[in-house]
């Protein structure tokens, strides 16, 4: 099976804009593109993958892909379901038969949580591999390509995804990971974050200085 993991990434100066409110835009651009470049090594030093895309308006998280050896894909609409369908056609017609979806902001993100994934996608024949985000979105979401299903990422997206793999006539596997759960959306995940020391960014110490307004 040729399978490619695909990292959708939002321009980094408009990413964790609900953290707007503890971090600077630079900060937060900072930290955006850190989590970029630890989940691609990551996922390279994994080699589970045929291919690693990265899909973005964004000139440097396309720069950043090419350089740690993945493909950068211009995304042609703002809309991360649009992003994601773009570059899943792009993985077909390029060869693949699966995918794996990932976003790049789950910072305790861990080789053995990609292969426990492609593992529970490669043990059931139609199945649809999910990982829940904490707040009930999907933080990971692998399955065969073309995609049997449009992508519904968003509030509440796991139930979604669910409906529409069932309507499909997939089955679901759902992979429930603490580290895969964990995202940083809000300014309690930034503390949890800072707090946590198997999170190791450069950034970290920075932004630990700023939300608790350290000299």
């Known amino acids: ?16 804009s609900r953290l ?18 630890q989940t691609l090594r990551i996922a390279v030093a994994a080699d589970l993958f045929a291919q690693i895309a990265v899909v973005s308006r964004d000139p440097v998280a396309l720069t950043t892909a090419a350089a740690l050896g993945a493909i950068g894909l211009m995304e042609n609409l703002a809309d991360l379901n649009s ?4 570059a899943c056609g792009y993985a077909h017609t390029s060869g693949a038969d699966a995918a794996l979806l990932l976003p790049a902001d789950l910072p305790r993100l ?18 649809v591999v999910l990982a ?17 299903f449009p992508f519904a990422f968003g509030p509440d997206s796991l139930c979604f995804h669910r409906a529409l793999a069932a309507a499909a006539g997939y089955t679901t ?3 429930n990971s603490p580290t895969l759960a964990f995202d940083l959306d809000s300014p309690a995940d930034l503390c949890e974050f800072v707090a946590d020391p198997t999170c190791q960014i450069p950034v ?4 630990a200085r700023s939300i608790y307004k350290m000299p």
């Open 1 to 16: 099976m040729k399978q490619w993991l695909i990292v959708p990434v939002k321009p980094f100066d408009k990413a964790k």
């Open 20 to 37: 707007g409110g503890v971090l600077p835009d630079t900060m937060r651009a900072e930290l955006s593109a850190q989590l970029l470049e």
């Open 83 to 86: 992003a994601l369908t773009q």
């Open 110 to 127: 861990r080789q053995q949580d990609l292969i426990e994934l492609v593992e529970a996608f490669s043990s059931h024949p139609r199945t």
């Open 132 to 148: 829940p985000s904490r707040d009930g979105g999907t933080n990971a979401l692998m399955l065969p390509l073309p995609a049997p």
């Open 173 to 175: 596997t759902v992979v």
């Open 204 to 207: 970290k110490s920075a932004i």
